[in-house]
Structure formats: C-alpha cells, structure tokens
C-alpha cells in the first residue's frame, strides 16, 4: 500500500483553468504539508494542516486554496491557472511534533503541473 | 528570509571514494536539520536527521553539525553509482512548524 498518495501524476491544462490535486495519506499521521518544486528544484512549502486545521500558510497567491476534509486527505485547489504555476507538487506527511518521529516527512510521488 | 545555502554541483566523485555535501543555514534558533535524497523525478526521502552538535552516523552516511557555523554536512562513504542523485540539506524552523529546504546538491557517482 502506498503510505502517501497524489492524483493526478500529472496534469497539463491552459491558462485560465481551474484544477485540483488530491493527496491521501494512510500512514495516521496528524500533519500533512503542500510544496511546490520549480524547474530550478527549489522545494518550498505552502501550506501545513495539522488535524484539519491550517496551521502554516506561506505567502502564495489566493488561487490557491488548500482543503482538508479529514486528516487522511488534504486536496490543493488552484484557480485561474497562470504560466509560472507549472511545476511539481509534493504532499508529504509526518506525525506532529518537532523533534524526533515528528520530523519524518513522508512525501508522495508528486503531481507534474504543465499550464500551456 | 530563512534559507538554506548549497553547492548546486554537480560533484563528480568516483565509486568507492568519500563524497562531501555541505550546507549552511540563516536560522541559528533552529533545532533540527535533515538530508534528502531525491532521485531525477521522483520525491524527496529522508536519509538522515540530525539534532546535536558532532557527527551521526548510520551505515554509510555521516551527518556532522555544527550550530555555532551554522553549518551541516554529509559523507558518504564507499560512494556507489546508486547513490547519484540530488541532496537536499533542510532545517525546521525555531517555531517547529516549518521545513525549509535548500536548492540541492546533485552527486555524480562514476563508475
């Protein structure tokens, strides 16, 4: 079983667009975390839920909008989607806490955004 | 800003030699710093965290901290040609709610 899952692993729309991208975690973990990779393979966090409340929301632009129904998924909504977008999206999750096992982050296979 | 400092490479090291992976971080209130590896198109996975001064050591990998540089690095002993890939160096800030990741360091094992 895989421990963090993202659909779809990839997604190429046009300008404009609205998208989502789904992340599913079996692993019980209380916290779960977006971040964007560039082409440059910066990787920087976004958003942070922990037991479905936000608890980091970096600066990112308002078309996006994190959603967490429970704390197994936490779903990326993007609106109005704009070139400098296309990228690749890693969930991850890890149990909460700083320090020792709440540091694992556990990240899932990533979803390719390509905005045309 | 809080941000993470590393070579982009790549660093070429041939198989069975000794690779070094540094780091340097701005947060000197941070507690705990990790090493990534991540594989060309695939996620980040963690090889080593590392929370006190000194080294750490697990198989073939050595973590060494050093707070007052704000400094963290990475051996790699015994380098195979599977061990090519990008490392990402990271901290967790002092409020304990966010990892900050470094651009990488892309390591050429040649056989």
């Known amino acids: 079983d895989t421990a963090v899952s993202q659909t779809p692993k990839y997604l190429v729309t046009q300008m404009g667009n609205d998208k989502s991208i789904k992340c599913e975690q079996n692993?019980?973990?209380?916290?779960m975390y977006w971040y964007k990779q560039d082409s440059k393979k910066f990787l920087k966090i976004m958003f942070s839920?922990?037991?479905?409340?936000?608890?980091i929301n970096e600066t990112v632009p308002n078309r996006f909008s994190p959603k967490s129904p429970d704390k197994a998924h936490l779903n990326l909504h993007i609106n109005s989607l704009e070139l400098g977008d296309s990228a690749v999206y890693f969930c991850?999750?890890?149990?909460f806490g700083s320090g020792g096992a709440g540091d694992t982050q556990y990240f899932g296979p990533g979803t390719r955004l390509t905005v045309l | 800003q809080k941000e993470v400092e590393q070579n982009s490479g790549p660093l070429s090291v041939p198989e069975g030699a000794i690779a070094s992976l540094n780091c340097t971080y701005s947060?000197?209130?941070?507690?705990?710093f990790f090493w990534y590896r991540q594989y060309s198109g695939k996620s980040p996975e963690l090889i080593m965290s590392?929370?006190?001064?000194g080294d750490k050591e697990d198989g073939r990998f050595t973590a060494q901290l050093n707070k007052a540089s704000q400094y963290v690095s990475l051996l790699i002993r015994d380098s195979q040609p599977s061990d090519s890939a990008t490392y990402l160096c990271?901290?967790?800030?002092?409020?304990?709610?966010?990892?900050?990741f470094g651009p990488g360091t892309r390591l050429s094992v040649l056989p």
């Open positions: 839920y922990n037991n479905k409340e936000l608890i």
């Open positions: 991850a999750s890890s149990p």
């Open positions: 590392i929370y006190s001064n």
């Open positions: 947060d000197r209130g941070s507690q705990s």
């Open positions: 692993l019980g973990h209380d916290t």
């Open positions: 990271a901290f967790r800030d002092n409020y304990g709610q966010n990892f900050v």
